[in-house]
Protein backbone atom coordinates (compact mmCIF):
# COMPACT_ATOMS: atom_id res chain seq x y z
CA UNK A 1 0.00 0.00 0.00
CA UNK A 2 1.16 3.48 -0.93
CA UNK A 3 -0.49 6.65 -0.01
CA UNK A 4 0.00 10.09 -2.33
CA UNK A 5 -1.13 13.30 -0.96
CA UNK A 6 -2.57 15.10 -4.43
CA UNK A 7 -1.48 18.60 -4.80
CA UNK A 8 -3.47 21.77 -5.08
CA UNK A 9 -3.83 21.85 -8.84
CA UNK A 10 -4.10 17.65 -8.82
CA UNK A 11 -6.72 17.92 -6.43
CA UNK A 12 -9.25 20.68 -8.13
CA UNK A 13 -8.57 18.57 -11.66
CA UNK A 14 -10.04 15.47 -9.66
CA UNK A 15 -12.81 17.65 -8.42
CA UNK A 16 -13.38 19.19 -11.83
CA UNK A 17 -14.09 15.87 -13.65
CA UNK A 18 -15.92 14.00 -11.87
CA UNK A 19 -19.76 13.60 -11.82
CA UNK A 20 -20.96 12.58 -8.55
CA UNK A 21 -20.37 13.56 -4.89
CA UNK A 22 -21.02 13.65 -1.28
CA UNK A 23 -22.34 16.71 0.75
CA UNK A 24 -22.24 16.65 4.26
CA UNK A 25 -24.32 19.46 6.51
CA UNK A 26 -25.37 19.30 9.65
CA UNK A 27 -28.30 20.67 11.32
CA UNK A 28 -28.51 23.47 14.14
CA UNK A 29 -28.61 21.20 16.41
CA UNK A 30 -25.43 18.88 15.12
CA UNK A 31 -27.08 16.22 13.33
CA UNK A 32 -24.88 15.24 10.59
CA UNK A 33 -26.94 14.65 7.04
CA UNK A 34 -25.01 13.12 3.68
CA UNK A 35 -26.14 13.64 0.28
CA UNK A 36 -25.21 12.15 -2.58
CA UNK A 37 -25.51 14.02 -5.69
CA UNK A 38 -24.35 15.20 -9.17
CA UNK A 39 -22.39 18.54 -9.66
CA UNK A 40 -20.34 20.24 -11.75
CA UNK A 41 -17.11 22.82 -10.85
CA UNK A 42 -17.44 26.36 -12.12
CA UNK A 43 -14.84 29.04 -11.72
CA UNK A 44 -13.39 27.22 -8.88
CA UNK A 45 -17.32 26.15 -7.11
CA UNK A 46 -19.47 23.11 -6.93
CA UNK A 47 -22.61 23.77 -7.88
CA UNK A 48 -25.58 21.59 -8.07
CA UNK A 49 -29.55 21.36 -7.93
CA UNK A 50 -32.13 20.52 -6.08
CA UNK A 51 -35.80 20.35 -4.63
CA UNK A 52 -37.45 23.64 -3.48
CA UNK A 53 -37.23 22.58 0.28
CA UNK A 54 -35.77 19.90 1.96
CA UNK A 55 -33.38 18.70 4.73
CA UNK A 56 -30.39 19.66 2.71
CA UNK A 57 -31.76 22.83 2.13
CA UNK A 58 -32.97 23.76 6.13
CA UNK A 59 -29.57 22.77 7.33
CA UNK A 60 -27.78 25.20 4.86
CA UNK A 61 -29.83 28.06 5.73
CA UNK A 62 -29.28 27.16 9.57
CA UNK A 63 -24.89 26.11 9.10
CA UNK A 64 -24.08 27.10 5.41
CA UNK A 65 -20.82 24.98 6.48
CA UNK A 66 -19.93 21.82 4.50
CA UNK A 67 -18.06 19.25 3.30
CA UNK A 68 -17.85 18.01 0.02
CA UNK A 69 -16.41 14.42 -1.14
CA UNK A 70 -15.53 12.76 -4.30
CA UNK A 71 -13.70 9.74 -4.68
CA UNK A 72 -13.16 6.93 -7.42
CA UNK A 73 -11.18 3.67 -8.26
CA UNK A 74 -12.78 2.14 -4.93
CA UNK A 75 -11.66 -1.51 -4.42
CA UNK A 76 -10.68 -3.32 -1.20
CA UNK A 77 -7.19 -5.05 -1.91
CA UNK A 78 -6.39 -8.45 0.28
CA UNK A 79 -2.84 -9.49 0.59
CA UNK A 80 -1.95 -13.27 1.52
CA UNK A 81 -6.11 -13.77 1.85
CA UNK A 82 -5.50 -12.18 5.78
CA UNK A 83 -8.07 -9.95 6.92
CA UNK A 84 -5.38 -7.50 8.59
CA UNK A 85 -4.01 -7.34 5.04
CA UNK A 86 -7.11 -5.78 3.37
CA UNK A 87 -7.20 -2.05 2.47
CA UNK A 88 -8.97 0.11 -0.25
CA UNK A 89 -7.83 1.81 -2.97
CA UNK A 90 -9.29 4.90 -4.26
CA UNK A 91 -8.63 8.41 -5.47
CA UNK A 92 -10.45 11.12 -3.23
CA UNK A 93 -10.95 14.99 -2.73
CA UNK A 94 -12.23 16.97 0.32
CA UNK A 95 -13.33 20.08 -0.15
CA UNK A 96 -14.33 22.40 2.98
CA UNK A 97 -16.64 25.56 2.05
CA UNK A 98 -19.60 27.41 2.30
CA UNK A 99 -23.11 26.68 0.91
CA UNK A 100 -25.24 29.16 -0.37
CA UNK A 101 -28.64 28.98 -2.29
CA UNK A 102 -28.47 31.08 -6.04
CA UNK A 103 -30.53 33.85 -6.81
CA UNK A 104 -32.07 35.09 -10.32
CA UNK A 105 -33.36 32.61 -12.73
CA UNK A 106 -30.79 34.21 -15.36
CA UNK A 107 -28.00 33.01 -13.26
CA UNK A 108 -30.19 29.75 -12.08
CA UNK A 109 -30.38 28.84 -15.46
CA UNK A 110 -26.89 29.28 -16.87
CA UNK A 111 -25.86 27.16 -14.12
CA UNK A 112 -27.96 24.47 -14.64
CA UNK A 113 -26.89 24.43 -18.42
CA UNK A 114 -23.21 24.28 -17.06
CA UNK A 115 -24.30 21.26 -14.90
CA UNK A 116 -26.23 19.61 -17.72
CA UNK A 117 -23.05 20.06 -20.06
CA UNK A 118 -20.85 18.18 -17.96
CA UNK A 119 -22.73 15.49 -17.25
CA UNK A 120 -24.13 14.83 -21.24
CA UNK A 121 -20.34 14.76 -21.62
CA UNK A 122 -20.51 16.19 -25.47
CA UNK A 123 -23.63 14.78 -26.42
CA UNK A 124 -26.72 16.98 -27.37
CA UNK A 125 -29.09 18.85 -25.00
CA UNK A 126 -31.91 21.02 -24.68
CA UNK A 127 -30.70 23.85 -22.60
CA UNK A 128 -32.63 24.86 -19.62
CA UNK A 129 -34.93 27.92 -19.44
CA UNK A 130 -35.30 30.52 -17.17
CA UNK A 131 -38.91 29.37 -16.49
CA UNK A 132 -37.51 25.64 -15.69
CA UNK A 133 -34.85 26.81 -13.38
CA UNK A 134 -37.73 28.52 -11.33
CA UNK A 135 -38.49 25.00 -9.98
CA UNK A 136 -36.05 24.10 -8.99
CA UNK A 137 -32.74 25.19 -6.21
CA UNK A 138 -29.42 25.54 -7.07
CA UNK A 139 -26.40 25.71 -4.18
CA UNK A 140 -22.99 27.00 -4.82
CA UNK A 141 -20.42 25.76 -2.65
CA UNK A 142 -17.35 28.02 -2.29
CA UNK A 143 -14.10 26.50 -1.96
CA UNK A 144 -12.81 27.31 1.28
CA UNK A 145 -9.74 24.00 1.85
CA UNK A 146 -9.03 21.38 -0.60
CA UNK A 147 -7.00 18.05 -0.66
CA UNK A 148 -6.80 15.10 -2.10
CA UNK A 149 -5.23 11.51 -1.53
CA UNK A 150 -4.39 8.84 -4.15
CA UNK A 151 -4.36 4.81 -1.89
CA UNK A 152 -2.47 2.79 -4.54
CA UNK A 153 -0.74 -0.21 -4.69
CA UNK A 154 3.02 0.09 -5.46
CA UNK A 155 3.49 -1.89 -8.13
CA UNK A 156 1.51 0.13 -9.94
CA UNK A 157 2.85 3.50 -11.62
CA UNK A 158 0.99 6.87 -10.85
CA UNK A 159 0.98 9.76 -13.46
Same mark, same amino acid.
Given at each position: MAVRWMNDAEAREFLAAGTEGRMATSSAGGQPYITPLNYVC? /??KI???CAKTGRKLDHIASNPLVCFEVSRDVRTAV???RPCDCSTRY???LVFGRARLVDGEPEKAALLNF???HLADGKPFQPVTEEQAATCA???IEV /? /???GKVNYDPETPQV
Open positions: H /EGYFHSNGSSVLVAVVE /E /EIS
